[in-house]
């Protein structure tokens, strides 16, 4: 009965911000858990037309009919998908070109669910009676341009059937929540599956967005992925089993999403991709020198580095074009961003050697040196660089810190637990909001724009430090006849010969 | 105690015996030593409780060396965390730093981001998760400059709810900060919801902060009384807040009665119950108490009991053999006591000769503590005792104890010690020394050089003198 009159008075209460009131013999609320009673009063004409028996039972056919019209049935797929749409809409406003979302990644994804036999298949491998999969109502496209076998996508009312157990006992929103992970492992899809396909689309277009970018995006929250299930629809609600598809407790390691890209390359069964060419920017001279500007080296190093390249054979079409299956044997590993890193290593170990005594000396030089003539000095790089980066790693740390994991919708995990996990989620805002009250703190602080640059180099007052991009190399050179040479004659390989300068 | 229990203070992990260990010092109102209660958590081993690594920042190591979370692939060593734990233990790191730095404006917004600590699914880290925000909020609370009454307020009751084992706990830490901050009334009246309140099984635990619950809430009503009674005296008669006195002192003795049966160490709680009913003149019913809780069996041994007896006793002229049988108690018990002086005292007012001998021990015993060693009355009283005896019976004492005596009191150490604190006690010590060893020099002499130097040099006399009474020798 208690139910039924306080059914529309949802307010925590106010001693141990609980939902659970009742109503006294007097008419007034009080909340079960603590005793506690309130000013509101039940009144009299409520109760009286709720006490005829024709009004109750349309009191509770509204909201039961109110609660299955926004249920909708849905299968974990479905999840994925929505989640895949949002982390693309989420590339596109940082600029990625359109083409990424509408063409490529929507290709990748049908062509991954028909290479599993989820979706567009003649036999998909979902549980019960579902027959088709894939609801399209938010894509607008229908798979008519490629040249896959594909069902029309039917949407109706789907018979519940929980597998295995009895209907009564719901285990999860989905409707094959508990069933999904029972398939044929490395077949089905996972969040940090999700960041692969996303790369791999990436990839296709040629977008300058490396693997640790988009794990930093991910990590800075500019990409869907921490609480994804906030973004679906309220129809489809995330409950039970489902959790363990999609909920993440920290952002995958490099590593671990490599692996998953090489996998969904082999499962997907994809061709060779677009040649990467000098012009894209993945290409290793441009990506380098990308990070030689975030790291705040002069310019004419990358001269250096395309020498490097050239003698190395780095710019070869066949090594930079990714293709799974003419992939080299006994390389596993394949990023751009590593490689890039490595070749501004190895360039300046040439040209400095970088055995701890010769750069130093050639730095003395160039601080000797007339300051007009703006010699780079790699003593004074360091000290300038050694400032940022322990500034960056203090602001890292503390965001890791700030970092806020759980969501404002709780991942309920089972029915008996519902009022316990809400519970605790009303109490952790509430205190949140008088800690920041306490501090002054402003609510929502502006969030950062998403950048591929981390440090900022220039005379600004934002800036990380002064620029050395203009400075020249000129002490670390020496001038033979009409070409210019490293002053650094020795490889820094004990084992290594000498290598001869050319 | 600080309610909340500050992070860098004592003691929330004693063990609690029978019952609630209390010290004696206890001013009405005042500073209260209060009970030593149980803790799940250690919180004086903060880092080995919450996996916090000690990092120090002004080791210049630590930011040249590759961060260990980073290089999961050269490390293998290292655990696999995942990025919530990692985030939460990094916000507790900071929170750490920040409070021992007493930067409390960083310390609450980082609170505020480790409250996310509270929604874990595992158990475990739940528990300490509430144990940690509780103690960690309150402390902040506390130091924050913005900090109002009502902030604690609202904290301790939405901490109250999330566990169920906590709840006493935390019902008696916010009363103890109310009774700190002067809200007597709302203190006594937590305090009564939280005697009302019931989950489940209690367990032992439970069980006893129930206890120091309700003692809690008799100890709040008497000082309430206090407060009502001495605006009473002050103010003219005031009928109504008369009344109220009395229904305070009626709720009070209640619930101490009720209390002070259980056998445990109560010592403020009887004051106070004491101390009511001498002011409504029930004189018998506080003996009993007081006897009650001194010779009671079942109760743990506790000399502040029979000092609290003596008191009593004292300064309502009882007879002397009354109070003699309590002081010689209390002696078997603590023969360091400062009330063996009296007891002396009160021995060579009889006259008795048995009682001559027994102060002789009392004041004897009384010597050999290190605390009553250079105290230049217990001297004294010895001497009068050894004039009273006679050398005669003081010999047979003196021979048993003799060799210990002599290099404990009476070696040229001591006496360069003593004739720097004070000449008085040289000679009282001389005095009692001459007539039981015939040429017993070294103290004496020793003593003597010293009081020359003493007198030649005047205020620079003792550095000058101890230096030269070694060269001497």
Known sequence: MDEELTDGYHEPCPQCLSVDWGVSDAGQFFCRFCHNVIERVLLYEDAELLSTSSRVSSLSRASIKKRRELHRNWIVIEGFQFVLLHQAEALVSMGVCSQFKDDILYNFWKRYLQATNQAYTRAPLCYGEVEAVSDFTSESECPSELSFQSEPSLRGRRKRTASGSSGSVVSSGSMDGSSYSKRKSGDFMTMPRTLALCYLALLWVREGITLSDLLRFASEKHLPYINVHEYFPEEMTVFGRDCQYFKVESIPSYSHVHKDILKLARIMKLPAFPPVTPDCLLHPSLLSLRYLVELNLPDELHHWLCKVIKQANMAEQALLTFDYSKRPIGTSHFSYDLQACALIIVTMKLLFRLDDSKEWKLSKIADFADPDAKQYSLAFWHTTMHKALVLARKREKLHTANQQWKSSKPFILSERNKSVFLKRRRVVEYLQTRFQKLSGQAVETEPTKPSSFIFLWGDGEDSDGPSLHCQKLDCNLKKRRQTQLCANKKYWHPLLRPCNPT | ?473
């Open chain 2, 1 to 473: 105690m600080q309610p909340g229990g500050s992070v860098d203070s004592v003691p929330l992990d004693a063990d609690v015996s029978t019952g609630v260990e209390e010290t004696a010092s206890n001013e009405k109102g005042g500073s209260v030593n209060g009970p030593e209660i149980r803790s799940t958590c250690n919180m004086d081993d903060i880092e080995a409780e919450f996996h916090c690594h000690v990092v120090d920042e002004n080791n210049e190591d630590y930011y040249n060396k590759p961060d260990p979370i980073r290089c999961k692939r050269y490390n293998a060593q290292m655990p696999k965390e995942s990025g919530f734990r990692r985030s939460t233990s990094t916000c507790l790191e900071l929170i750490r730093n920040a409070m021992l730095r007493h930067r409390w404006q960083e310390a609450a917004e980082l609170m505020s981001s480790y409250m996310q600590m509270l929604e874990d699914t595992s158990v475990s880290k739940q528990l300490m998760a509430c144990e940690i925000i509780w103690r960690l909020g309150t402390e902040i609370l506390q130091h924050h400059p913005n900090a109002k009454q009502e902030d604690f307020d609202m904290f301790y009751q939405s901490i109250k709810n999330v566990r169920v084992n906590n709840y006493l706990k935390i019902s008696l830490d916010h009363s103890f900060h109310l009774m700190l901050t002067g809200h007597m009334e709302d203190a006594c009246r937590q305090l009564s919801n939280a005697q009302n309140w019931r989950y489940g099984n209690l367990s032992s635990v439970q069980l006893n902060l129930k206890k120091v619950i309700h003692a809690y809430c008799g100890y709040l009503q008497y000082l309430i009384w206090y407060s009502k009674k001495s605006k009473a005296s002050g103010a003219e008669n005031d009928s109504g807040s008369d009344h109220e006195m009395h229904s305070y002192f009626r709720q009070a003795s209640v619930t101490l009665q009720e209390v002070l049966e259980q056998p445990g160490v109560w010592d403020p709680f009887v004051l106070s119950y004491v101390e009511m009913l001498e002011f409504y003149n029930d004189l018998e019913k506080a003996e009993s108490v007081l006897k009650n809780y001194a010779y009671n069996e079942r109760f743990p041994v506790n000399p502040n009991a029979y000092v609290y007896l003596y008191e009593f006793l004292k300064r309502h002229d009882a007879p002397q053999n009354k109070q003699l049988e309590i002081l010689k108690i209390l002696q078997t018990l603590v023969p360091s006591h400062e009330l063996m002086l009296e007891y002396c005292n009160i021995l060579l007012g009889t006259g008795l000769h048995d009682d001559l001998r027994k102060a002789l021990t009392v004041v004897m015993d009384l010597l050999e503590y290190t605390s009553w060693k250079q105290n230049v009355d217990a001297w004294e009283h010895l001497n009068e005792i050894m004039e009273h005896l006679g050398n005669g019976h003081c010999l047979g004492e003196w021979e048993s104890r003799k060799n210990l005596w002599l290099s404990l009191h009476f070696t040229s150490y001591h006496a360069r010690k003593d004739a720097i604190l004070s000449v008085k006690l040289v000679d009282v010590k001389i005095k009692f020394l001459t007539p039981l060893i015939k040429n017993y020099q070294e103290y004496t002499t020793a003593a003597y050089r010293v009081k020359k130097r003493k007198g030649k040099n005047g205020s620079q006399g003792y550095k000058a003198s101890a230096n030269t009474g070694k060269k001497k020798k």
